[in-house]
């Protein structure tokens, strides 16, 4: 009955981080003590009130089908976000809440991109970029970075990789899965060469934005010449620990908003009308409230940083934001360790699920084959184990 798939399905591929998350629970199922750092998901609770605000909306009886954009208080809300941490102004008119982030990445991509439309992604990027533009039929553009640059696309890099197909740029600051964040001036740079090429839009993956260990955030919407041309994207997954309740939102262009609105209310509608209601105290709350948070992700980076650090064959930088590493471990490539040959990151990072019980990620699955993925949103103590397992069957 395959064959009665069709040719979009079979050509996509399986998200790597769900993937491992996935072959981690098979193995905890066989009774194996597995350290999960393979998740891009915080292991904190939801702070108690936005607790509060959801069990309202159920009491206020919340429950018919929400507007397909986002009701119009969170958009405000949204809308005084945006005004409050980034210096954009946008009007509830460019304004869309989707079902997570990814759906209000999926719907800029097939909104704007025809087949052959080319979109440059900045490699390492966040995995589900490549296949959201695959599926738009679009041509993902992949530009490599490395550890020395700290995993940054250049201004001359940029340029190089536009073509007479070039649609689109997307990029992620802070970065999944790199942990780099773009200063402000790195963003004028790279938009001074956009600017020569007004046919390019951008797409801006802000969804780390408060995790940031550096400076004040920087969004290249606020630059003079690209707020017409860039689509911000963010959500309340991450800083406010709310995976699970699946809201996303973007800041664009009027035009782009309602195309977004129309090709949303033919696949999803509205979003959960619950988690909504919830979300309108998370984005009024000042970042004071969940700063807890991320002193203990700056904490647990720079004990991760340490403990990698004493493991040879392991190349570091500093990550400035988010929550991962992402070591260069090429050093083991070609050498066999406990039986097992180790020719690229993926072999790696299935040795270490499978010999030291700890889940990463490989690079491959980001766009750089040479680097693993490790999440420290996990307990002090748990990453202190993962480590000492890592560094014993390495030795």
Not at 214 to 219: G, I
Not at 279 to 293: D, F
Request: charge should be negative; charged fraction near 25%.
């Amino acid at each position: 009955m395959s064959d009665f798939l069709s040719d979009r399905i079979k050509n996509m591929s399986t998200s790597a981080t769900l993937a491992m998350a996935a072959k981690a629970r098979e193995l905890r199922n066989e009774g194996k003590d597995i350290i999960g750092l393979s998740l891009g998901e915080p292991d904190f609770n939801i702070p108690d009130f936005i607790k509060d605000a959801a069990k309202q909306a159920i009491d206020d009886n919340y429950s018919s089908y929400s507007p397909v954009d986002g009701y119009a208080d969170l958009k405000q809300a949204i809308s005084d976000k945006f005004r409050r941490d980034n210096n954009l102004n946008y009007a509830l008119n460019q304004i869309v809440v989707s079902t997570g982030a990814k759906q209000s990445l999926a719907n800029v991509a097939m909104v704007i991109l025809n087949k052959g439309d080319e979109v440059i992604l900045p490699a390492p990027y966040w995995v589900s970029y490549s296949d959201i533009v695959k599926l738009a039929e679009g041509v993902p553009v992949e530009v490599p970075t490395s550890i020395d640059s700290d995993f940054k696309i250049t201004p001359d890099q940029l340029e190089n990789a536009i073509t007479l197909k070039t649609k689109m740029l997307w990029f992620s600051s802070p970065c999944n899965p790199s942990g780099s964040v773009y200063s402000q001036q790195e963003l004028e740079d790279i938009a001074d060469v956009l600017k020569k090429y007004p046919g390019i839009l951008v797409v801006s993956d802000e969804i780390y934005e408060h995790i940031n260990f550096r400076e004040k955030h920087a969004s290249i919407a606020s630059i003079d010449g690209m707020y017409e041309r860039t689509v911000t994207v963010n959500g309340v997954s991450k800083a406010f620990a709310m995976t699970g309740w699946r809201i996303g939102y973007i800041g664009g262009p009027e035009w782009l908003a309602k195309a977004c609105t129309k090709f949303q209310g033919q696949i999803t509608s509205g979003a959960n009308a619950i988690a909504q209601r919830a979300t309108i105290e998370a984005l009024k709350a000042p970042v004071s409230k969940i700063q807890y948070m991320i002193d203990e992700f700056h904490h647990r980076r720079d004990l991760l940083l340490e403990l990698l650090g004493s493991i040879k064959g392991f190349k570091l930088n500093i990550p400035e934001g988010a929550f991962y590493v992402f070591p260069d471990i090429s050093w083991f490539f070609g050498k066999i360790i406990k039986d097992k040959t180790i020719n690229n990151a993926s072999d790696f990072a299935l040795f270490l699920l499978e010999k030291a019980h700890v889940a990463t990620v490989t690079g491959e699955a980001f766009g750089n084959p040479n680097c693993i993925r490790i999440s420290y949103a996990a307990s002090e103590k748990e990453l202190r184990e993962a480590v000492k397992r890592i560094k014993e069957v390495l030795s």
